[in-house]
Nanobody
Framework: QVQLVESGGGLVQAGGSLRLSCAAS????????MGWFRQTPGKEREFVAA????????YYLDSVKGRFTISRDNAKNTVYLRMNSLKPEDTAVYYC?????????????????WGQGTQVTVSS
């Protein structure tokens, strides 16, 4: 059973930056592809970014390409989401997720483990 704990959310002005972290425990981290999703009230959870087990391949939602960067440190069992040039429409609860696969899934149903979420609020 994998446990995921996100941190790093907060309130930031438009144009600012945040770095989210997700610490994993309870499994062999390098066996898991990792993803970041976000959700706002009344909407379905939305894919943001994903990274393969090795960290060599990443995949992004079109609207965050060039602004967000997903990375992982397998020695620290942690995945990160660096968010630059934040916009008010990036406001959401951000979740990290894990799945044991060599693939790089972008749909929430593919992921088996989820963190509790961290709130990101971008003011205009």
């Amino acid at each position: 059973q994998v446990q995921l704990v996100e941190s790093g959310g907060g309130l930031v002005q438009a144009g600012g930056s945040l770095r989210l972290s997700c610490a994993a425990s309870g499994g062999t981290f390098i066996n898991y592809a990792m993803g970041w999703f976000r959700q706002t009230p009344g909407k379905e959870r939305e894919f943001v970014a994903a990274i393969t087990r090795s960290g060599r391949i990443t995949y992004y939602l079109d609207s965050v390409k060039g602004r967000f960067t997903i990375s992982r440190d397998n020695a620290k069992n942690t995945v990160y989401l660096r968010m630059n040039s934040l916009k008010p429409e990036d406001t959401a609860v951000y979740y990290c997720a894990a799945v044991r696969t060599s693939d790089i899934p972008s749909t929430s149903s593919r992921y088996d483990y989820w963190g509790q979420g961290t709130q990101v609020t971008v003011s205009s």
